[in-house]
């Protein structure tokens, strides 16, 4: 839980910023900037440290003990918001997750899937490490035969900076029988309309 102190000090260090910068956080325009600052980082853009995603699990026991042995279906979900903050420069990176994963017993919550990208990508991050994160939960919690995961997301870190260049990145993590089925996840890849570079041999 985030304490009254803990926004205090996170005011006192952007208004220390301000002045270090060379502004005066006391004028008109920055009056109220720490305080907004503070609770941007505190109460959204981090909100990910307060919370645990298994909190936010909600699973449906399926009628049959193996649901990929009853019907040799994938469950895919595209689209999921991602909205992160680099590590590397704190500057934000965001874009779309797409998950494909293959029940067993349980189906995971429709809504429960943005709940889990949200709450590992609301923390400081790499893109590489958010895209396994997701995968490792998923296999764990849910107890899945398989889980595949693309991320692809635009760096303001290599807009804003550096190279300057408004560069997609894409990330792939595979888990259980996707890591092992290359026609298995060349369909998930095709039907989440991930390129061809991504479906390998």
């Known amino acids: 839980m985030v304490s009254t102190k803990d926004y205090e000090k996170v005011e006192w260090l952007v208004k220390e910023f301000l002045r270090v910068i060379g502004e005066d956080p006391e004028r ?14 505190l109460d959204e853009l981090l909100i990910g440290y307060r919370y645990d995603p298994k909190e936010f699990l909600k699973l449906f026991e399926h009628e049959e003990e193996d649901y990929y042995e009853a019907y040799g279906d994938l469950v895919i979900v595209k689209d999921v918001a991602v909205r992160s903050l680099c590590e590397h420069h704190l500057l934000p990176f965001f874009g779309y997750a797409h998950i494909a994963y293959i029940p067993t017993k349980y189906i995971l919550g429709l809504s429960k899937f943005s709940r889990i990208v949200n709450i590992f990508s609301r923390k400081l991050q790499v893109q590489e490490r958010l895209t396994n994160q997701i995968a490792d939960f998923i296999m764990e919690y849910v107890k899945a035969k398989g889980c ?7 760096h303001t870190c290599a807009l804003l900076r550096g190279v300057k260049e408004n560069l997609k990145l894409i990330t792939l993590s595979t888990r259980g029988v996707f890591s092992k089925d290359q026609r298995l996840r060349s369909e998930a890849l095709s039907l989440m309309g991930i390129g061809k570079d991504l479906i390998r041999e």
Request: hydrophobic share 50%; net charge positive.
């Open 28 to 41: 008109e325009g920055l009056r109220e900037t720490p305080r907004r600052v503070s609770r941007m980082l």
């Open 148 to 154: 595949l995961v693309v991320i692809e997301a635009i």
